[in-house]
């Protein structure tokens, strides 16, 4: 059986008293489900003092070079230094905002996957490729682009999460026939490229996630989990999404 994961991405949000509030209100509630595993994304200040507390931490970035001149960047192996144990890999405010390719991404996957690293690779259309029907081929070129050279052996270091970009931060998460529909073909296309491993491989959910839709979002069969912005900042609210993914 695949393991749920809830993941929180907190973007480029919360200060250190806020991070500290967070983690107050975080041990005041029950997390106990071994069935499912909580991920913390936090800015890359906190990842060492968010890992001391013994959670799985990963990192919203890192660079595809293994070291070097590249002011500002994370390699992998100074995230495995500090024992920070995933990496988002192709959100698309990455890949709109700073502009990051197919190419570009394809290259962290293979140094993730070089280094032993795990990583949720993310994936998702606009709204105009919605519309015009492309979402089924744009996600498809975006998973082949970035595991064209990726191993089946390595499988147990791969998450997807599709995130439609039109759903993210939006208010409008995608309906469940739009996920179901979009997860099937994803899982299709996995098992076509790696073979039978492809069932182990977790597919996440992303955008607007909140505790009015969880339950819903979470009754569709293909939907291993989610990756949450906005609704994983107020630890109260992102717990109420933890109890509906193990309903
Ligand atoms: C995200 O950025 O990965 C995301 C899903 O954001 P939100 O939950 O705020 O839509």
Redesign the pocket.
């Known amino acids: 059986m695949r393991k749920k994961i809830l993941a929180a991405?907190w973007?480029m949000n919360l200060t250190q008293p806020q991070v500290l509030d967070w983690l107050k209100v975080f041990h005041d509630l029950d997390w106990h489900q071994p069935q499912q595993e909580l991920r913390i994304y936090p800015s890359s200040i906190y990842l060492k003092e968010l890992v001391s507390t013994g959670l799985h931490v990963g990192a919203q970035n890192v660079f595809a070079e293994q070291k070097g001149a590249f002011t500002g960047e994370i390699a992998v192996e100074q995230l495995q230094s500090i024992d920070v144990q995933s990496v988002l890999i192709g959100?698309s405010?990455r890949r709109l905002i700073f502009k990051e390719d197919d190419a570009l991404i394809a290259q962290k996957v293979r140094t993730c996957t070089g280094a032993g690293f795990p990583f949720i690779l993310c994936c998702g259309e606009a709204i105009e490729q919605r519309e015009q029907g492309q979402h089924l081929a744009h996600v498809e070129s975006q998973l082949k682009s970035a595991l064209e050279q990726f191993d089946p052996a390595q499988h147990s270091l791969l998450t997807i999460a599709y995130?439609p970009i039109w759903?993210?931060?939006s208010g409008m998460s995608a309906r469940t026939d739009q996920i179901s529909e979009m997860h099937a073909f994803i899982r299709d296309f996995l098992e076509k490229e790696l073979g039978a491993i492809a069932h182990q491989i977790p597919i996440l959910y992303?955008?607007?996630?909140n505790s009015q839709n969880a339950s819903e979002l979470f009754s569709c069969p293909s939907v291993d989990g989610a990756?949450?912005?906005?609704?994983s900042l107020d630890a109260q609210h992102f717990h109420q999404l933890w109890q509906a993914l193990s309903a």
């Open positions: 991405n973007k959100h405010e995130e759903a993210i931060g992303g955008g607007s996630v990756l949450v912005g906005g609704a």
